[in-house]
């Protein structure tokens, strides 16, 4: 069983809406992530949080806005988003940043744009 | 950037037979992760191998660090239908993220 949760797990939604992800680790972790997957693409790093400061941004379009109000919560708001951005939205924690550290991934939001 | 190129892209094997995917960094690595994602799930983490020439273990998997620490693989011996998924490498260069490869799906025949 995943320590990891996300909420929802299915969200279709049209371009002009806006629509938040939200994603909760049980797991006494300082890190959590943001990656994007799409199909034949690798994972993309979308977004990293140490201690709910953000420490890395992978050139994400402003469309997507995070946001990290404590160690063990994390959000992802979406406003006006492209049918391109249809993917699986994964989260994910470690006990600290660092590529070295084993990522707990939770079970993902199927996002699709219309 | 740091690329992490996996090949094959997809491998259909009979049950029973051997399956192995191999990972290749642009760069030299620190470390190197392997994890599998189940159709339908998210990726679950396998093991993780950090010293040249490493290799570890798991019951029929066997994974591999190259001696450059520029690659990797992972081998699995007489596959089964449990085996079924997408394996990925993720290398980490000392920096905030991991770099995933695109992954080998693997498909078991029963």
Redesign the interface.
Known sequence: E?GVTQTPRHLVMGMTNKKSLKCEQHLGHNAMYWYKQSA????E?MF?Y?LEER??N?SVPSRFSPECPNSSHLFLHLHTLQPEDSALY?CASSPA????N???????TRLTVL | GQQ?MQIPQYQHVQEGEDFTTYCNSSTTL??I?WYKQRPG?????LI?L?KSGEVKKQKRLTFQFGEAKKNSSLHITATQTTDVGTY?C??????????????TKLSVIP
């Open positions: 995943t034949k693409k690798p994972l790093l990293v140490s420490v890395e992978n994964l940043v660092g590529g070295h084993e990522q707990f991934f939770g079970p993902g | 992490v620190s470390n992760q799930g998210h990726p679950v983490f993780q950090v990925f993720a290398g980490g260069a000392g920096s905030y993220q991991l770099t995933f490869g695109k992954g």
